[in-house]
Structures are given as structure tokens and as C-alpha cells.
């Protein structure tokens, strides 16, 4: 299903099940209790989008502490991904989404005639709807902070 705007505070995000960089399956409702923080990102080993996965990566006790889990995606292959995920260490799944259904279903902005993934991260609350939306091109590291700030809060 692609929605013309993106989900909205208190919208229960779409289920959606995708292929990690180790080509397992990811389910969506496997994580059922837990807050997600789901990053739709551009592409893997460009600067920006680097810096911003390793920024997700050397704040993963952090997100843990607040019982987050990250999940990056973007329209890259299962192989893509298992390099770039082996180069740069990276604790977390990035999800291979080839034709763009679970960014368009999310509403979640394209760049390049929608060929692209923008860079936007919801963040949901354990039952799986939205509580924050963070959308932000120039800043990819922003998007750690924000979240974070945002799961502390709701946790205090």
C-alpha cells in the first residue's frame, strides 16, 4: 500500500516483514513491546548515510537502555548491505526494501523521481505506533540524537 503523506503521530506503523544483510527474514511483529526506531536512509557508503549508521551504531547501549531497537532500510540489496554492514560494524538489521514497499506504505519521502529513500526515522512506542517523526537531509547524525531525546523523555 503507498500513502500519499507520511504516518502520523499515534498511526499504528504498517507490519511489514523484509530480508536483513545476513538475508534472514525481519519481522516487524517479532519486535511486538519493544519501541522501534526505523530509519529510511538514501544509500549505503555515501558520507552522510555512513556517518549516520555509524552514529546509530556507537549508540546502540543507549537505544538498549531505553529497550529500542534499530532498524535501518532502504531500497539496497541484501549483498549491499552485508558490506557495508561488515565494513562498518554495524549492531543493528539494515532491511533490503528493492521496490520501495515498505517506505511507500510509511508515506516516507522519495528523492530522485521517488527512486530514492529520503532520510526521515520514526520512532514508535512499544505498541508500535508513532510517537516521533524526525526528518532532516543535512543533519543524518541529528537523527540519533533526536530519537534518543525523544525515548529518554518518554521513559523518565
Known amino acids: ?19 536483513d544483510q545476513h538475508g534472514q527474514n525481519f519481522s516487524s511483529e517479532s ?5 522501534l526506531v526505523i530509519f529510511f ?12 549508521a555509524c ?5 546502540e ?27 562498518y560494524k554495524l549492531n543493528f538489521p539494515i532491511l533490503s526494501d528493492p521496490n ?10 522519495g528523492l530522485l523521481f521517488n527512486m530514492v529513500a529520503d ?3 520514526f520512532v514508535t512506542d512499544a505498541d508500535h505506533k508513532v510517537a516521533y517523526i524526525f ?6 547524525t541529528d537523527h540519533i540524537d533526536e530519537s534518543l531525546n525523544f525515548l529518554k523523555n518518554l521513559n523518565s
Do not use: W
Open 119 to 121: 532520510r526521515i526515522t
Open 41 to 52: 536512509y538514501p544509500k549505503d557508503h555515501t558520507p552522510g548515510c555512513t556517518a549516520q
Open 100 to 109: 520501495h514497499r515498505v517506505r511507500k506504505s510509511f508515506g516516507a519521502p
Open 55 to 59: 552514529s546509530f551504531r556507537d549508540h
Open 1 to 19: 500500500m503507498t500513502r500519499n503523506k507520511p504516518l502520523v503521530i499515534g498511526e499504528a506503523i504498517p507490519q511489514f516483514e523484509l530480508q
Open 61 to 87: 547501549s543507549e537505544f538498549a537502555s531505553v529497550g529500542a531497537q534499530v532498524i535501518g532500510i532502504n531500497n539496497g540489496s541484501v549483498k549491499e548491505h552485508n558490506g557495508f554492514s561488515e565494513k
Open 31 to 35: 519486535f511486538k513491546g519493544k519501541p
Open 135 to 140: 526528518k532532516s537531509m543535512t543533519k543524518a
